[in-house]
């Protein structure tokens, strides 16, 4: 969407991120989703008095291994805070977070914008807190809470207010769905509430350094919901400066049924949070050994993926990101790409096109129609490599072989066992397709007078009915050869 050229926008974006720990922040509570309201919770964190909290490791190891990823400062030492607000959905009355002294600060992302050039956008800090539980809004019942969600480890993610345009902050979140995926600390689920996104907004003329008054936008549940509502929010401030008015700030609301931003609080309204140590925790102290550990499990991070896909496989940059967006469907290609490569005695780099064109045209087809994830993809990478050897080396042709393939996605069974049983081999012996191409001229003597009087295209014609009568069995390249030297004699 296109807004006023006098204006720019100014958009910085807080994301929270689930971790996938198995207990909660700091208790031993199962952090399972979808379970009855309030059965995942215990004193600890319910806030009971006398109880007290203990820091779950693998918060710590996962945040610092988001910190690694985008080239924050790892602090030797953190501490936890209390951030005291009341809300039904929060019973301790206050939420574990981390303010003065966050883990990770000083980061940056780099993205990639649609006319192909790169943009790099600050992280300030990335800090630990714990998640608050749930508010149901009833019109039977008024309102119910389920506390389940109560003390889920959650990693917040500050951006510095370097986005200038709802796409940027789409491709923005989209980078850090991707990073925390690739990392194995969150599944990115904004449905669920595993990603969830706050965004700041503000706009100023175009050129200036002084920052306009920024309003906050909450309740964003899709990436497509987050460009929309940052649209809406960018013209209704232009539209209200044009008119003569001023930005109050404030927070608001995301609609997404009608598709507009209303009014939650204003700045007067806002919570004084009274930020302050928390007693009950110690500071979290991180040395160099234990970052070099973890620096040590860190996967291959997705830009240097694709980029390797590019370089040293020689797959064109559309392929590669495709095939690098989800960690899970570049493993798949990766894997069957290997496959290929040794059980066929073949160049990585020569083979890389071939198994990139079916996993995005065919794997992924079937992904998304039978809404799966490529770990539920009934073929393995071994059996995909096998249909693709059978097919490089001529014993199926590619009609046949995706007929082969839908056999295999219902059945699970081998390529070479459908191949046997359906009788599916390719006919590739010289003297059975030339009968064939004589029956086919036979049949079709008006096209080969249109042949013959200069009309080439009929070329295509007759390979199609050879096809046909081998059931697409036949192999391409003899059909064209054999029918290119019988139309030839045909002609001296």
Known sequence: MKFNERYEPVIGLEVHAQLLTRSKAFCGCSTEFGIDPNENVCPVCLGMPGTLPVLNLQVVEFVIRMGLAVNCRIAPKSVFARKNYFYPDLPKGYQISQYEEPICSGGEIEIDLDDGTRTTVGIIRIHMEEDAGKSIHDLDVDTLVDVNRCGVPLIEIVSA????????????????RQLVTYLGICDGNMEEGSLRCDANVSVRLTGADRMGTKTEVKNMNSFRNVERALEFEINRQIRLIEDGGKVVQETLLWDANQNVAVPMRSKEEAHDYRYFPDPDLVPVLVDEDWINRVKKTLPELPTAKRDRFVTVLGLPRYDADV?????????????????????GGSDARESAKQVSNWVMTEVLRVVSERKISIAEFPVSPGRLSELLLLLRGGTISGKIAKEVFEEMCSTGDSPESIVRSKGLTQVSDAGEIEEVIARVLADNEAQVKKYLGGNVKVFGFFVGEAMKLT??????????????????????
């Open 161 to 176: 207010p370097d986005l200038r345009s709802p796409r940027e902050a789409y491709l923005y979140l989209s980078k850090i």
């Open 471 to 492: 059931g697409g069995r036949a192999n391409p390249k003899v059909v064209n050869d054999v029918l290119r030297k019988k139309l030839e004699a045909l002609k001296g």
């Open 323 to 343: 095939l690098t967006a989800d960690r899970a469907v570049a493993g798949y290609f990766e894997t069957t790409l290997e496959m290929v490569t040794v059980r």
